[in-house]
Structures are given as C-alpha cells and as structure tokens.
C-alpha cells in the first residue's frame, strides 16, 4: 500500500488521505499545544505561505503521546491553532505516533532514517517527515530542527514539483 492510500481523517472528522496531497512536496509533523516547540507553528505557518503556490503543504497531525501535551478536543485544537499562530495548513485528527496504537501512516514513515541515518519511533512532539511529489519520503528530521532551518528550506526547495 502506498502512503497516498492509508485512510486519514481530518481534523473535522472528515475522511481524508495522502492521496489528497498527490504531486505535492508535503512536510508531515506530529503537533502539540502544550510543548516547548509549540512556537515552530510560527515557522511551520511561513514555510506554508513562502511554498503553498509551488506546490508544497505542511500536514500537522496532533499527537498526545508525548507527556501529555496534546489533551485538548479537535475543536480546542483547531481553535488554539488558528487563534494563537494563525496557522492555515491542514490539520488531522490527534494520532498514535509510536506504540501498538501507531497509525499505519506513521508506522511506514518511521521506518526513513533521519540524517544520522537512525530509524525508528517518534522521539517527540514536532519531528518532520518530508516527502516529494510522488510521495517518497525524502527526509526526516528530528524535533529541534526549526522548520524554517537551511537543512529543512533546502530540502522543501529540492523535493517541489518541477
């Protein structure tokens, strides 16, 4: 199965896939409302804005896995996404990221290695799955790297569809 076929759904509840996202570069991240790297929203928003027309989307998957910093209903989380970073990127319902309960999405991207070619879980709130066009995942970068770095801008501007 490819990722563009794994059934998501939306924040809204609404049924939704990779496949939505076809022929984009996509930026894939497990989000938080309570984490220290809560304020990457902020960078995350721009890339959406600086890349939205070339062919590029953010995909923000709420996740409560991490110390608890996700507790809030989808509507909490639409309304604190919106409201506090402006954030106009799509968002999906809250997601097991690791664990039995993993979602088939992040049980296949977990399987790329990052750029110290480590593999494997999730190892907190904002790690970074990038995929091109024909939805390859093409990088992996781990929680602390701000999403607006030169390591992530180069890579978003490597994998735009041509």
């Known amino acids: 199965?490819?990722?563009?076929?794994?059934?998501?759904?939306?924040?809204?509840?609404?049924?939704a896939s990779l496949g939505d996202y076809e022929g984009q570069a996509l930026l894939i991240v497990n989000v938080a409302s309570k984490c220290g790297l809560t304020p990457q929203y902020e960078g995350l928003e721009r890339l959406q804005k600086r890349y939205a027309d070339r062919g590029?989307?953010?995909?923000?998957f709420p996740s409560n896995q991490f110390a608890g910093q996700e507790p809030g209903s989808a509507e909490?989380?639409?309304t604190f996404c919106s409201a506090?970073?402006?954030?106009?990127?799509?968002?999906?319902?809250?997601?097991d990221v690791n664990g039995d309960d993993r979602h088939p999405l992040y049980a296949?991207?977990?399987e790329t290695p990052d750029a110290d070619g480590e593999a494997g879980?999730?190892?907190?709130n904002f790690?970074?799955?990038?995929?091109?066009?024909?939805?390859q995942v093409v990088g992996r970068f781990r929680p602390r790297v701000e999403p607006e770095?030169?390591?992530?801008v180069s890579a978003v501007e490597a994998a735009l569809p041509r």
């Open 76 to 78: 909490e989380i639409a």
């Open 108 to 110: 296949a991207l977990t």
């Open 1 to 15: 199965m490819s990722l563009y076929e794994i059934p998501l759904r939306t924040l809204a509840g609404e049924p």
């Open 127 to 135: 790690e970074k799955f990038l995929l091109d066009g024909s939805g």
């Open 56 to 60: 590029f989307s953010v995909l923000g």
């Open 149 to 152: 770095s030169d390591e992530i």
């Open 84 to 95: 506090t970073y402006g954030v106009s990127f799509p968002l999906f319902e809250k997601t």
């Open 121 to 124: 879980p999730v190892t907190w």
